[in-house]
């Protein structure tokens, strides 16, 4: 309004002439350009979508991402920042949060920092035998199987060019290997199997393990440990009517993400048709419903949630990164 004060005088009279006489164009263009720097609006979300699009563009796809969450009720060395004696429940920590934003907002983003650059990078636990974490891996797989997939008339085909006939099969044998390849290389970087085969429900020890730290248990509990922290930060509990509420959820009572998922033996990468593409989907071996995706070694040494999925379709990932 500052820099088109003659629009900070319009009334709602003078709102609808506009609308009416179809001069609202301009007025709504202000509108859209201001409402992208609002968080949480369509408009601020169409320009993320846009700046992502710009990143895959230029930087080609990666080969996964992670989402990292935030268990600050749980990390006391975040809580030793705050004035005062150390608090002794969860209701005095969530107050801590309330209170203290910018430190917690400061040390998420310095903890996050140093785990990408002490651990990843410096482990580099992504790093798979002929992958290029930063190259475009997925493009040569998908071009091969997007050829698979017009095998409709073979004798046809063979009939009318026997040369051509063989290199139709040769792309779809390399297709075949590279989707082995990458269905493999998945096996290696993520899970989404649970250890355990008891599912009990808001069952947490005491302490919490997130607020443990990873190289101070010892090395014969590492495996219950890891068991203990996926089933605290890895499963998925469905609140309808909180952080799962959706225009879903309240006409089927379905969750908006998609669990439970079916239990599978094996990896596998599905491919589905749309109208003017296929787009292949990574299906996890799991044996629990309800478990995030994860590599267990971040997820083990984050000590929160820690989402992860392998890019095969630049537009899937950056729908989840929007949502």
Not at 41 to 58: G, I, P, V
Not at 253 to 282: M, S
Request: charged fraction near 25%; include cysteine; aromatic fraction near 10%.
């Amino acid at each position: 309004m500052k820099q088109n004060s003659a629009d900070a005088s319009l009334s709602i009279s003078d709102l609808k002439e506009l609308l009416k006489t179809g001069q609202s164009d301009t007025l709504m263009k202000k509108m859209s350009a201001y409402c992208a720097n609002i968080t949480g609006s369509d408009a601020y979300w169409y320009k993320r979508r846009s700046e992502l699009e710009a990143t895959f563009e230029q930087m080609k796809p990666a080969t996964a991402f992670f989402t990292f969450s935030y268990p600050d009720n749980h990390w006391d060395d975040l809580h030793s920042l705050i004035p005062g004696p150390p608090p002794k429940n969860d209701v005095k920590k969530r107050r801590n949060v309330l209170n203290n934003p910018h430190l917690f907002y400061w040390f998420f983003g310095y903890k996050l920092n140093e785990f990408l650059t002490q651990f990843l990078i410096k482990y580099s636990i992504a790093n798979g035998d002929g992958i290029d974490l930063n190259g475009n891996q997925g493009l040569p797989f998908m071009h091969m199987e997007l050829l698979a997939f017009k095998k409709i008339n073979e004798k046809a085909y063979q009939q009318e060019n026997i040369e051509s006939h063989n290199l139709f099969k040769d792309l779809i044998s390399e297709g075949e290997k590279a989707k082995q390849k990458v269905v493999e290389y998945t096996d290696t970087l993520i899970s989404a199997i649970n250890p355990r085969t008891d599912f009990v429900e808001n069952c947490v020890p005491d302490p919490h393990p997130c607020s443990l730290k990873t190289n101070k248990i010892k090395q014969e509990d590492l495996p219950k440990d890891y068991e203990d922290v996926i089933s605290c930060c890895q499963r998925h509990k469905c609140r309808l009517d909180g952080y799962c509420k959706s225009s879903l959820a309240k006409n089927t009572g379905k969750c908006k993400f998609p669990f439970p998922f079916q239990l599978e033996n094996k990896t596998k990468i599905e491919f589905k048709e749309t109208t003017n593409t296929v787009r292949a989907e990574i299906v996890l071996a799991r044996n629990d419903p309800y478990l995030n995706m994860h590599n267990p070694l971040v997820c083990h040494h984050w000590r929160g949630n820690v989402d992860m999925q392998v890019i095969l379709d630049k537009s899937a990932a950056i729908n989840y990164m929007v949502m």
